[in-house]
């Protein structure tokens, strides 16, 4: 790996795994993370509200905002979220990212309900373009920044046929643990690395 040859300043929104903070640190940029949880590994971490170091002068942020009211997979929820405001908070705090002055923006969330509320993705990434056999697709909404190219394709993994008939990817099928969730939530390091080498050089 290259590093940079000017450092830039990196926020990554709502990350408490360390994972995309490291791959820009790894680089010589200046990044830090920001989650209402401790980071999972030693680094530069900011634990409480983004909204309290947004406009810190950065200049990049990446953003991982919570889809748990925002993802087609809970649609059948959609309408107790919808009532009680739990969907509506979301989208407030997903376009809290998109409208901040920061010159460079990514936001990444499964597909959901922003690409009809806000806007259409700029891409739909997949782990396996990225080292790792496996499938999650992610949509980036970007700002001043160019589309995450391909790094190393394999194969797209394992399908687990659940007892329902649901088929999801085998690495997404874990045993019930308090973790689970951040398991599931983790950015994988081969899209992370990519984009701290496409994104730190622009």
Same mark, same amino acid.
């Given at each position: 790996?290259?590093?940079?040859?000017?450092?830039?300043?990196?926020?990554?929104?709502?990350?408490?795994? /360390?994972?995309?903070?490291?791959?820009?640190?790894?680089?010589?940029?200046?990044?830090?993370?920001?989650?209402?949880?401790?980071?999972?590994?030693? /680094?530069?971490?900011?634990?409480?509200? $983004?909204?309290?170091?947004?406009?810190?002068?950065?200049?990049? $942020?990446?953003?991982?905002?919570?889809?748990?009211?925002?993802?087609?997979?809970?649609?059948?929820?959609?309408?107790?979220?919808?009532?009680?405001?739990?969907?509506?908070?979301?989208?407030?705090?997903?376009?809290?990212?998109?409208?901040?002055?920061?010159?460079?923006?990514?936001?990444?969330?499964? $597909?959901?309900?922003?690409?009809?509320?806000?806007?259409?993705?700029?891409?739909?990434?997949?782990?396996?373009?990225?080292?790792?056999?496996?499938?999650?697709?992610?949509?980036?909404?970007?700002?001043?920044?160019?589309?995450?190219?391909?790094?190393?394709? $394999?194969?797209? /993994?394992?399908?687990?046929?659940?007892? /329902?008939?649901?088929?999801?990817?085998?690495?997404?099928?874990?045993?019930?643990?308090?973790?689970?969730?951040?398991?599931?939530?983790?950015?994988?390091?081969?899209?992370?690395?990519?984009?701290?080498?496409?994104?730190?050089?622009?």
């Amino acid at each position: 790996m290259v590093k940079a040859i000017k450092p830039l300043r990196v926020l990554v929104a709502c990350e408490f795994s /360390g994972v995309v903070r490291d791959a820009f640190t790894s680089l010589g940029h200046d990044a830090m993370s920001c989650d209402f949880l401790p980071s999972d590994k030693p /680094g530069k971490h900011h634990q409480g509200d $983004v909204s309290e170091i947004l406009e810190n002068d950065w200049d990049l $942020v990446i953003a991982h905002p919570p889809c748990t009211h925002l993802a087609v997979s809970g649609a059948k929820h959609f309408a107790a979220k919808i009532a009680d405001g739990r969907q509506q908070a979301s989208i407030d705090f997903f376009m809290l990212f998109a409208n901040s002055g920061i010159p460079k923006v990514a936001i990444e969330n499964p $597909v959901g309900i922003m690409s009809t509320v806000w806007r259409k993705p700029d891409q739909i990434v997949q782990p396996f373009w990225f080292g790792h056999e496996a499938r999650k697709p992610t949509c980036l909404w970007l700002k001043n920044l160019p589309k995450i190219t391909a790094t190393n394709m $394999v194969g797209q /993994g394992e399908i687990h046929t659940t007892k /329902g008939g649901n088929r999801i990817p085998k690495w997404y099928n874990l045993p019930p643990s308090p973790d689970r969730w951040k398991i599931r939530s983790r950015t994988f390091s081969g899209f992370a690395h990519a984009m701290a080498e496409q994104w730190g050089e622009n």
